[in-house]
């Protein structure tokens, strides 16, 4: 099936630093997705990513849409404790329902 | 102000036993999905549907059945439960397809932990 490499698999940072996961595929994405769960949590959505090339900003979080539409990138600025979660990225080719999802980035932050 | 609720939130069962997971939205939304959480291996979509009385199949199918008799409801069934259904269970829906251009999320529940023994 289709399938996103998301990395890395976990980070673990100090408080203040910044932060950059990706996301990439060998198939071509219409839309890409960025959700953080929190332990015991379902995800919740962060940012989302329509055209090739577009780069958009949630408070201390930013994206892009790569432009190949194979990749997509999640920077964090400035990182603090409430940054702990796991990041998902997922992609959306067009049809119905299915929204591929990477396996995750696991963040650690020390204080 | 609920958006998605799922019941129950932890159960275990035996293997072989059947049960089914209620979702329920309070947002009119059109779409509602099933996904599983595996360690490692992010969401896959099991099911979903595009309005009341619609299903379809997503990636991980097989060992579930679904129903949406009513909007705000979207029910995943289990007939025979077997320990590689043990998972944690999310649900979502979202007002518009994921790929559409209208800023529309998808919602999810906060999940159902399984255990099949």
């Known amino acids: 099936g289709q399938q996103l490499n998301q990395s890395p698999q976990s980070m673990f940072i100090q408080e203040g630093e910044d932060v950059s996961m990706n996301c990439t595929s060998s198939?071509?994405?219409?839309?890409w997705l960025w959700y953080k769960q929190d332990p015991g949590e379902g995800p919740v959505l962060l940012i989302a990513l329509y055209k090739a090339g577009e780069l958009t900003s949630n408070g201390r979080l930013t994206a892009q849409f790569g432009t190949t539409r194979k990749d997509s990138f999640l920077n964090i600025s400035a990182s603090i404790p409430s940054d702990v979660g796991i990041y998902f990225c997922?992609?959306?080719?067009?049809?119905?329902?299915?929204?591929?999802f990477g396996k995750g980035t696991k963040l650690s932050v020390k204080p | 102000n609920a958006g998605v609720t799922q019941t129950p939130k932890f159960r275990v069962l035996k293997t072989g036993q059947s049960m089914t997971l209620l979702c329920a939205q309070d947002m009119n939304h059109e779409y509602m999905y099933w996904y599983r959480q595996d360690p490692g291996m992010g969401l896959r979509l099991i099911h979903y549907s595009v309005g009341e009385g619609t299903t379809a199949k997503g990636e991980v199918p097989d060992g579930y059945n679904v129903s949406r008799l009513k909007k705000q409801n979207f029910l995943l069934g289990l007939e025979s439960a077997a320990p590689s259904q043990t998972s944690v269970y999310f649900c979502a829906s979202s007002s518009r397809p994921p790929g559409t251009v209208s800023n529309q999320p998808q919602h999810f529940g906060d999940g159902t932990r399984l255990s099949i023994l």
């Open positions: 997922a992609g959306f080719r067009g049809s119905q329902g299915n929204l591929i």
């Open positions: 198939s071509i994405f219409n839309t």
